[in-house]
């Protein structure tokens, strides 16, 4: 079974400065994807970044940064230089393999970052 | 090109009744994944299915169903609704070849709310 953790219900974060959300996994998978995503208030969600457990660096999409230790079993996002339109609710997601030998997504419960001005 | 459409966007529907929702893929897209998404629980999996076959299925209660037709649009189906039937419901659709590292692309949900 595949299991995301993310501990921070909530974080706030000035514009400009960089932020951190955390996410640790679980699984036995050998192969598996770790996923982005933002849902602002419109509720669709928006894929952000994407790291494969075999990449060997650590995945970048433009300001958006994955921490990826793999020992550790973390996947964090690390926001550079926060937006006011960042203002969002952000999920970790996983996919892995299942016995049917196809990948499902299993998501953590999220982290609602509100940017200040 | 298009993105994922969900529709109806708003549902109010009364209890012991039943509900459709209706998903249209990313053109070339052939498997929809449904997730159930409530403050509570956060994002559930519920089903997923390619060229027109449930592929995987989530620990939903047989109330909930759904199926996929030859153009791959996929519509889900609530009977005997519940209060707690009440919440987001989310499409994402994805090319379907089942890598891990496949990217899903959603629709902005129907909000649904059983009074």
């Known amino acids: 079974a595949q299991k995301i953790t993310q501990t921070q219900p909530g974080m706030f974060v000035q514009e400009k400065e960089a932020v951190t959300l955390d996410c640790t996994y679980d699984?036995?998978?050998?192969?598996?994807?770790l996923f982005w995503y933002k849902q602002p208030s419109s509720g669709e969600m928006i894929f952000l970044i994407y790291?494969?457990?075999?990449?060997?660096q650590n995945a970048t999409e433009g300001r958006y940064s994955l921490n990826f230790q793999k020992a550790r079993k973390s996947a964090n996002l690390v926001i550079s230089a926060s937006q006011l339109g960042d203002s969002a609710m952000y999920f970790c997601?996983?996919?892995?393999?299942?016995?049917?030998?196809?990948?499902?997504?299993?998501f953590g419960k999220g982290t609602m970052l509100l940017v200040s001005p | 090109k298009a993105g994922v459409t969900q529709t109806p966007r708003y549902l109010i529907k009364t209890r012991g009744q039943q509900v459709t929702l209706s998903c249209s893929p990313i053109?070339?897209?052939?498997?929809v994944s449904w997730y159930q998404q409530t403050p509570g629980q956060g994002l559930q999996f519920l089903f997923e299915y390619f060229s027109e076959t449930q592929r995987n299925k989530g620990n939903f209660p047989g109330r909930f169903s759904g199926r996929q037709f030859s153009n791959s649009r996929s519509e889900m189906n609530v009977s005997t609704l519940e209060l707690g039937d009440s919440a987001l419901y989310l499409c994402a659709s994805d090319s379907g070849g089942g890598e891990v590292g496949t990217e899903a692309f959603f629709g902005q949900g129907t909000r649904l709310t059983v009074v």
């Open positions: 053109s070339g897209h052939r498997s």
């Open positions: 699984t036995s998978d050998p192969s598996y994807g």
């Open positions: 997601a996983m996919r892995g393999v299942t016995r049917g030998g196809y990948s499902t997504l299993t």
């Open positions: 790291q494969g457990s075999y990449d060997q």
